[in-house]
């Protein structure tokens, strides 16, 4: 959920094509912003030589989801949307947001989060970070009786993590070419996100 250009789209291809490249991946964009339909569609032409079954929704997941995996264990990918809630949304709708979407991930069985965030760690107290919100889902799974094992990584150059057990990157080089005469490229030189892979037991 939250899928403007779908950025791990194309990192699902190069990790899993290039070991599996029967796999027939399933992927569901939800995103209530419709603006980014048009990078969307250029997406959907780009990789439609990979036979992937790609649909995007401009609906609410929480009210709107129609579960076309049948509560098969999926993949759940939080790419920049937990970052996005916290910077724009108010602590009462962040908490309203992290609870609504883990009773989504328990009523539909998901079994693996795969969470793609800003560098910025954050603060508890504050929920200001995408971390912080992450934290909190897996917090709320945990109460709720559910067992989950984290793998925490982080690029070189960030010095701002907690307590959870983060490990670095080997390396922090792109994996995909820059496009020619992008005027954001200093944003892009090299890799700097978080990571958090979940696997719930
Ligand atoms: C920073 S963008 C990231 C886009 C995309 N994941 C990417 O990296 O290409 C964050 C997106 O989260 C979306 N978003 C925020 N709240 C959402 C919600 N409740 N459900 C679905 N998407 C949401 C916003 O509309 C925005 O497009």
Known sequence: MGCGPTSELYGFIKSIYSRFPHVKLNFEGYDMNPNWERVQNITKDLLAKYGLNINFHYTDIFTDYVDVFHNKPSILVLNYVLSDIAKF?????????VSQLTHFIRSHSIRVILFNDIR??????????????????????????????????????????????WH????????????????????????RSKQILTIIQ
């Open 89 to 97: 949304k108010n602590k009462e709708t962040k908490e309203l947001f």
């Open 168 to 191: 670095p990157h080997k390396s922090n080089h792109l994996l995909f070419n820059n496009l020619q005469g992008n005027p954001y490229i200093a944003n892009i030189e090299y890799c």
């Open 120 to 165: 910025y760690y954050g603060y508890k107290k504050y929920l200001d970070s995408g971390v912080q919100l992450m934290n909190l889902i897996l917090e709320n799974l945990s109460s709720d009786g559910l067992t989950t094992k984290s793998y925490y990584r982080y690029f070189s150059g960030d010095s701002y993590f907690g307590n959870e057990d």
